[in-house]
């Protein structure tokens, strides 16, 4: 089977979150997850009754879960409480048991991102990083290989300069998710948020090894990391207020 067949087999098996999640890997996996019958497979698990009409009682499937599921209004954020001058990231990489990557990256360096991809990088990765969505990438000179075979983890902790407290975006996980065709590898863990905020919940943070594919050593270069909070947090804003209401320590 192809990697389209395969997708339009598991696709309608995932609830909305998840679906929504997969349309971020890249432009070719989210033009195959806006197909409506998808999203009508997701509304039928949630109000199985509005799936008896031929026709979807909005526009589209994929249209009633954005209205109904998220907010209806977009809400004007005020100003954060946190700035990224004030806060420092923690990315521990292991391949196995070996660290392969450590570093403590400023705020604001995640901000820069990556301004010039690097030559010879997929089509899809660089329509990625090249699109005007709002990212946080770092570049990582000099960059790292991994072998295929081995079991690779990632651990991410914030620290805040203001008050020197830290919270866990991400604990451990393993990257156990390989886009090849968009030369991305996935890990992903759910935050954790203060006991002020007990009815937030769900809400996972993701990263990402950005790579250069060598098919003759059978290793991917890594010359690039992302950090994204899916459709959670999806500019500087959102993403500073997500970040002030984790559980600081």
């Keep these: 089977m192809s990697l389209e067949e395969v997708l339009k087999v598991v696709f309608p098996l995932l609830d909305g979150v998840d679906l929504a999640a997969c349309m971020m890997v890249c432009k070719h996996w989210r033009c ?4 409506d019958y998808f999203w009508k497979c ?6 199985p009754s509005v799936c008896k009409r031929p026709n979807p009682p909005t526009v589209s499937y994929y249209k009633l879960y954005q209205t109904f599921y998220k907010r209806q209004h977009q809400r004007t954020l005020l100003p ?3 700035s990224f001058d004030e806060l420092e990231f923690f990315i521990d990489i292991w391949s196995e048991d070996k660290l392969i990557f450590s570093e403590v990256v400023p705020g604001p360096v995640l901000q820069r991102g990556i301004k010039i991809p690097p030559a010879g990088i997929c089509d899809m990765l660089k329509f990625h990083l090249e699109g005007p969505e709002y990212k946080m990438t770092l570049p990582v000179d000099p960059s790292f290989t991994v072998p295929w075979s081995q079991t690779v983890s990632v651990s991410v902790l914030v620290g805040r300069k203001d008050s020197n407290k830290v919270a866990c975006i991400i604990n451990k996980s393993l990257f156990d998710y390989i886009d090849r065709t ?3 590898a996935l890990a992903f ?5 203060s006991p002020n905020y007990p009815f ?3 809400i996972r943070a993701w990263i990402s090894l950005l790579f250069l594919e060598d098919g003759n050593d059978g290793v991917m270069d890594v010359f690039g990391i992302e950090l994204d909070f899916c459709d959670a947090a999806n500019s500087r804003e959102e993403v500073l207020w997500l ?3 984790l559980d600081w320590n």
């Excluded at 195959?32 to 197909?35: H, L, N, P, Q, V």
């Excluded at 863990?189 to 948020?193: A, G, K, P, R």
């Design 42 to 47: 997701v509304c039928a698990k949630r109000w």
């Design 189 to 193: 863990d759910y935050l954790v948020f």
């Design 200 to 202: 937030i919940s769900g």
């Design 32 to 35: 195959i997850a806006k197909e």
């Design 182 to 184: 968009a030369s991305r």
């Design 80 to 82: 954060p409480r946190l």
């Design 243 to 245: 970040l002030d209401m």
